[in-house]
């Protein structure tokens, strides 16, 4: 059997079609809960909290954002009072977004957790440090319901973007939350909105760091569980895609939620060239279910070290990868932990 970190990104999609709460968060996440509990695994859900702080702000003009609160509320007390670890996910985009007729319209001014402004002051939530701290005490209010010392210790990023992680290092030793996972050694997007590169960050199940989590430093006050990623050569990345195209057509079609905001500005000629590049390349991928099928998913759990860390969307859970965690759970080749089974 093979101990594996699961993290998953509780939330809704981003752009024009966002999915519903019930059917894009609380079903799949429901489905994935009764898996682990086949062989006491546990997960940590990393929580789009900002979304919630949404619906709380708008729960008394549309009734039906009023239920979905009450869905995600009853959800994440079942998860916490079960052994599961809820930690802080934020997207700020959700400060901005309206919602008229039965939908969202989002704006990306401020996508990204350093758009905010970086006046010092807590209770101000358009503030990086005010978003951070009045967006743990949401979590933290809502878990010790069921669970009365619980405290947010971790953090990913929306997008991943994470860095630069000067600018926001402050805002996390102020509130205490000094584990990060929100690295993929490797992988980079080039996108408008979301853009990253992880190139050179160190490949390593967990490190300290004090300013970067591109540079080691043993004695910094921070923590990082990267998600784990594997290089996988163009010729077998040229035979997945083979047999994705051959084999699971219609993998994608169980999804709920479709779309995503548009990030890319690149030519026709440009996209061909990149898939020709990904197609003769080794490229990096991540450890997860997201978009995949059996036999890359099993390829990557032969790969993956002990301690590896996972990363899924339950938005992007279909009956195909459920199955996959199911047979992995049922008969003990993988036994799940949060990060906060990990540390301690």
């Keep these: 059997m093979k101990t594996i970190i699961l993290t998953i990104d509780y939330e809704l999609f981003l752009g024009k079609k966002t999915g519903k709460v019930n059917e894009t968060m609380i079903e799949p996440t429901k489905k994935l809960a009764s898996i682990l509990y086949k062989n006491g695994s546990r997960m940590t859900i990393f929580w789009d909290v900002l979304h919630y702080y949404k619906l709380l702000e708008m729960k008394s003009i549309h009734t039906e954002l009023k239920q979905e609160l009450l869905l995600i509320e009853k959800q994440i ?25 039965n939908k969202w319209n989002f704006t990306y001014d401020r996508f990204r957790l350093h758009d905010l402004s970086k006046n010092d002051n807590s209770s101000d939530i358009n503030t990086i440090l005010g978003c951070i701290s009045i967006s743990k005490k949401i979590i933290e209010d809502l878990v010790r319901k069921v669970k009365p010392n619980y405290k947010v210790t971790t953090f990913r990023a929306g997008g991943y973007l994470i860095e630069p992680f000067e600018k926001l290092k402050n805002a996390f030793l102020k509130n205490e939350i000094l584990v990060d996972s929100s690295i993929c050694p490797g992988s980079y997007n080039e996108s408008d909105i979301s853009p990253y590169n992880f190139h050179n960050y160190p490949e390593k199940l967990k490190y300290n760091f004090d300013s970067t989590p591109k540079i080691i430093n043993p004695e910094g006050n921070f923590t990082e569980i990267p998600i784990t990623s594997f290089k996988i050569s163009g010729i077998r990345n040229t035979y997945y895609r083979v047999l994705r195209k051959i084999k699971y057509p219609a993998l994608e079609s169980e999804r709920k939620g479709s779309g995503v905001g548009s990030t890319s500005t690149g030519n026709k000629a440009a996209k061909r060239k990149n898939l020709c590049s990904d ?16 036999e890359k998913f099993n390829y990557m759990h032969k790969k993956a070290p002990e301690y590896s860390t996972m990363i899924l969307h339950p938005k992007l859970l279909n009956n195909h990868t459920l199955e996959i965690l199911d047979d992995y759970v049922s008969t003990n080749r993988i036994r799940f932990i949060s990060i906060q089974n990990f540390i301690s």
């Design 279 to 294: 197609l003769l390349n080794t490229i990096n991928t991540q450890f997860t279910t997201d978009s995949n099928f059996r």
């Design 77 to 101: 007390l079942d998860l916490a009072s079960t052994g599961h670890d809820i930690q802080l996910h934020l997207h700020p985009h959700w400060l901005d977004a309206e919602y008229e007729s």
